[in-house]
């Protein structure tokens, strides 16, 4: 659900905001902080362009969201996430290289 894609994390400064960066980096997704000080108006309209996958610590009507202070359940297992392959992209030609190799 997450991987590959953006999570909105509204947490104030502190150890739980990289907590949940970590683990979003973790699940291959990338982390788009936000501060939990803006106007309603104003996270609103940043959590709406973004479009996340997820929103953590804050309040974001119509969206999958993780409340500040979330625990999850204790009988969950701990074990590591298995390892992401990185995605074959593309390689760009270089500057005066013939077409065809890079």
Avoid: H, Y
Wanted: aromatic letters at 4%; a positive charge; proline letters at 14%.
């Amino acid at each position: 659900m997450v991987q590959d894609s953006f999570v909105t994390i509204g947490l104030p400064n502190g150890i739980e905001w990289f907590e949940a960066a970590i683990a979003v980096w973790k699940l291959g997704a990338t982390p788009a902080p936000v501060s939990a000080k803006l106007p309603r108006l104003e996270l609103e309209a940043i959590v709406e362009l973004a479009d996340p996958a997820l929103v953590v610590g804050l309040d974001a009507p119509g969206r999958t969201c993780l409340p500040a202070g979330f625990t999850p359940d204790p009988s969950l297992p701990d074990d590591p996430l298995p390892v992401k392959s990185p995605r074959r992209g593309r390689r760009r030609r270089r500057a005066g290289a013939p077409a065809g190799r890079s």
